[in-house]
Every structure is written in structure tokens, then in C-alpha cells.
């Protein structure tokens, strides 16, 4: 095994950054988009609404934990598929901050109009098409990276590509 990981380290510079296939939902905050890499295409794209402030909506790498169709919205006890609930068509819970994809997500909305903005208090909206797309393209475990950035996407795409290769080849850090 040991082997393999040192033949990957003395290749990897001549390799694409592209090497474990794994697809990774990018939001960035300072362009209000969600997007889907996999393979290192670009599969979906959509605005989004963040968090109100630039704390509410937080920053770094999580893990899908919770899917549900027609989510619950237990704050106000509206059931899935009701207009006034909030969550909207589809609820894609992520683990920030040690919440297991209960708190925080990438959900629908009942307030189109919001996409686009920054009025969440912390979650991520989509237009209910698109994160129904959304939901049917990722699997549960899934990374999500939040940033506030000017990068392009690509690049902040590539740059998750090459700490998940660092992590492949070096588990013990």
C-alpha cells in the first residue's frame, strides 16, 4: 500500500487534479452560487440565498448527512408540501458547526424572490427546481465546500481536488 501511495505522490504532478472522480457541491457566498462538480465538469449550476450575515452561513468543508423530500419545518410545525413551509420541495442537510444535517442545509423555498440575496438565517435556498436537480445528483457523505470568495469556481474546485489527494496519501495528517 505504501507503495502505491509514494508511485500516486511521484505522479500526481503529471496527473489532472481530477483523480478520485468524487463529486463536491461548491457554495461560494460572495457570488450567491451553487454549483456540482463531478469528474471535474461542471454538472449543475443555480443562484442561491445565504445567510443574512457573513457568520450565519458557515465556511469550510461538510458532509451531506440528511436527505428528505418535502421536509418537516419543525421551528413552525408546517408539513412537507404546504405552501407556507419554508423549507420548500427538498432538504439536503449538511453537518456545520456539529449539526448532522439537521440545522443547517440546501433546501427550496416558499420565497423565491429571496434567491440571490443574502436573507437566510444561515441555510442555503434554491429556486424548488433546481434543488430538486440538486437532490437527485448527490449521494448522502457527499463533501460540500462553503467560501466566501473571488476564485472561480473551477479553481476552488481543484484546489478541494488536490486536498482530497493530500488526504489519500496522507491519512495520518
Same mark, same amino acid.
Given at each position: 500500500?505504501?507503495?502505491? !501511495? $509514494?508511485?500516486?505522490?511521484?505522479v500526481?504532478?503529471?496527473?489532472?487534479?481530477?483523480?478520485?472522480?468524487?463529486?463536491?457541491i461548491?457554495?461560494?457566498?460572495?457570488?450567491?452560487e451553487?454549483?456540482?462538480?463531478?469528474? @471535474?465538469?461542471?454538472? $449543475?449550476?443555480?443562484? &442561491?440565498?445565504?445567510?443574512? %450575515?457573513?457568520?450565519l %452561513?458557515?465556511?469550510?468543508? $461538510?458532509?451531506?448527512?440528511?436527505? !428528505?423530500?418535502?421536509p *418537516? *419545518?419543525?421551528?413552525?410545525?408546517?408539513?412537507?408540501?404546504d405552501?407556507?413551509?419554508?423549507?420548500g420541495?427538498?432538504?439536503?442537510? $449538511?453537518? &456545520?458547526?456539529?449539526?448532522?444535517?439537521?440545522?443547517y442545509?440546501?433546501? @427550496?423555498?416558499n420565497?423565491?424572490?429571496?434567491?440571490?440575496?443574502?436573507?437566510?438565517a444561515?441555510?442555503?435556498?434554491?429556486?424548488?427546481e433546481?434543488?430538486?436537480?440538486? *437532490?437527485?445528483?448527490?449521494?448522502?457523505e457527499?463533501?460540500?465546500?462553503?467560501?466566501?470568495?473571488?476564485?472561480e469556481?473551477?479553481?476552488? *474546485?481543484?484546489?478541494?481536488?488536490?486536498e482530497?489527494?493530500?488526504?489519500?496519501?496522507?491519512p !495520518?495528517?
Amino acid at each position: 500500500m505504501k507503495i502505491i !501511495a $509514494f508511485v500516486l505522490f511521484l505522479v500526481s504532478p503529471l496527473l489532472p487534479p481530477n483523480v478520485n472522480g468524487e463529486p463536491v457541491i461548491v457554495v461560494n457566498k460572495a457570488t450567491h452560487e451553487v454549483v456540482l462538480f463531478s469528474d @471535474g465538469e461542471e454538472v $449543475f449550476k443555480a443562484p &442561491a440565498a445565504i445567510g443574512k %450575515t457573513k457568520e450565519l %452561513t458557515p465556511e469550510g468543508r $461538510f458532509h451531506i448527512k440528511v436527505k !428528505a423530500k418535502d421536509p *418537516y *419545518y419543525r421551528k413552525k410545525n408546517i408539513p412537507g408540501g404546504d405552501p407556507d413551509n419554508p423549507l420548500g420541495s427538498r432538504w439536503i442537510g $449538511f453537518d &456545520a458547526l456539529g449539526t448532522d444535517g439537521r440545522i443547517y442545509g440546501i433546501h @427550496g423555498t416558499n420565497r423565491p424572490e429571496s434567491i440571490g440575496k443574502s436573507v437566510s438565517a444561515g441555510c442555503i435556498r434554491l429556486n424548488n427546481e433546481d434543488v430538486e436537480k440538486l *437532490y437527485e445528483l448527490v449521494p448522502v457523505e457527499m463533501d460540500v465546500i462553503i467560501v466566501d470568495s473571488d476564485e472561480e469556481l473551477k479553481t476552488i *474546485y481543484q484546489v478541494w481536488e488536490k486536498e482530497k489527494l493530500d488526504r489519500m496519501l496522507n491519512p !495520518a495528517t
